[in-house]
């Protein structure tokens, strides 16, 4: 299996500009997380969607911030406008079945300029 | 609310030593523990889980994690380190059958020769 993919790894833009991270889960994974991780807050949960339908966006810090699962393989994280804090390493991860752990992607490292 | 408590932010071994790196947990019910692995610029991945059964539990690349429910703790060992296990090292938390993990803020091991 090629594991969840990421795209871009790294992305550099300028404040005020749109992101679009992408990620492809595993193929017959049926849950999807979106992680935050930075330095002075280590790893939190943005969003987490079970057969594609989002669960919990408690975890997404502000109206800037959106992310959508059109389908079983394909989701996206988007931030509009873009901000200095958003820096980070953003992580998707997708799991099987429940109790079974998290496969996380590769990350995607943000930089705002 | 769950948390979980690295106690060490950063730990030396020689390679050959024995190694166990600290976690403290917080939860309300029976707890779902984790242990993962991030490699410099990579995603991170999955060495051992524990919910219910034997309190020893053993995971890839000769990793084992004792769960202790008195103290709250799920500590990981090895017995043998490698220059290879240089790495960060998290431990999570969360409810069986969520995988809402709440994750602790890692452990940094560095190998020395």
């Known amino acids: 299996d090629a594991g969840v993919i990421q795209s871009p790894r790294h992305e550099v833009t300028e404040m005020g500009q749109e992101v679009t991270l992408r990620c492809k889960p595993i193929?017959?994974?049926?849950?999807l997380f979106w992680y935050r991780q930075t330095m002075m807050r280590g790893l939190e949960l943005l969003i987490y969607f079970n057969n594609n339908v989002p669960i919990d966006d408690s975890g997404m810090p502000e109206d800037r911030f959106s992310a959508k699962m059109p389908n079983a393989s394909f989701s996206t994280l988007k931030i509009q406008p873009s901000e200095p804090r958003d820096s980070a390493v953003y992580f998707c991860?997708?799991?099987?079945?429940?109790?079974?752990?998290?496969?996380f992607g590769p990350g995607t490292r943000l930089t705002v300029l | 609310a769950q948390s979980v408590t690295q106690p060490d932010i950063h730990i030396t071994v020689s390679e050959g030593a024995s190694l166990e790196l600290r976690c403290n947990y917080s939860?309300?019910?029976?707890?779902?523990l984790f242990w993962y692995v991030q490699s410099p610029g990579q995603g991170l991945q999955l060495l051992l889980k524990?919910?219910?059964?034997?309190?020893l539990v053993q995971g890839i690349k000769g990793f084992e994690a004792e769960f202790k429910r008195s103290q709250s703790s799920f500590n990981l060992r090895k017995p043998s380190v490698h220059w290879s296990d240089a790495a960060e090292y998290f431990c999570a938390v969360g409810p069986f059958g969520n995988e809402k993990l709440t994750f602790g803020t890692g452990t940094r091991l560095t190998i020395i020769p």
């Open positions: 193929s017959g994974h049926n849950s």
């Open positions: 991860a997708s799991s099987l079945e429940q109790g079974q752990g998290l496969y």
């Open positions: 939860y309300g019910a029976t707890p779902y």
């Open positions: 524990y919910f219910s059964g034997d309190t």
